[in-house]
Nanobody
Framework: QVQLVESGGGSVQPGGSLRLSCAASGSNLSIYTMGWFRQRPGLQRELVARITSSGSTNYADSVRGRFTISRDNAKNSVYLQMNSLKPEDTAVYYC????????WGKGTLVTVSS
């Protein structure tokens, strides 16, 4: 069983940066596809960024060029560097691990407001 714990959320002004971290336990995540999803107020959960076991990445159009996903298999962790944050990035961000099934963290709140 995979357990995922997110950290790094908080409040930031527009244009600012945050780095989210996701620490995993219970399995060797080097073979998993890892991702970050978010749920904005009143909207469904959506994919933000994903990184495969081989390191290939893909991003939502809304964050491409501003956000960067990375992983450290030695630390069983995945990260999301978020730059040039906008108010519409305000959401609960969830860490996801996928290998035949999805595993989710409980989420961390990011608020972008002046």
């Amino acid at each position: 069983q995979v357990q995922l714990v997110e950290s790094g959320g908080g409040s930031v002004q527009p244009g600012g940066s945050l780095r989210l971290s996701c620490a995993a336990s219970g399995s060797n995540l080097s073979i998993y596809t890892m991702g970050w999803f978010r749920q904005r107020p009143g909207l469904q959960r959506e994919l933000v960024a994903r990184i495969t076991s081989s390191g290939s990445t893909n991003y939502a159009d809304s964050v491409r060029g501003r956000f960067t996903i990375s992983r450290d298999n030695a630390k069983n962790s995945v990260y999301l560097q978020m730059n040039s944050l906008k108010p519409e990035d305000t959401a609960v961000y969830y860490c996801n691990a996928y290998l035949f099934m999805n595993y989710w963290g409980k989420g961390t709140l990011v608020t972008v407001s002046s």
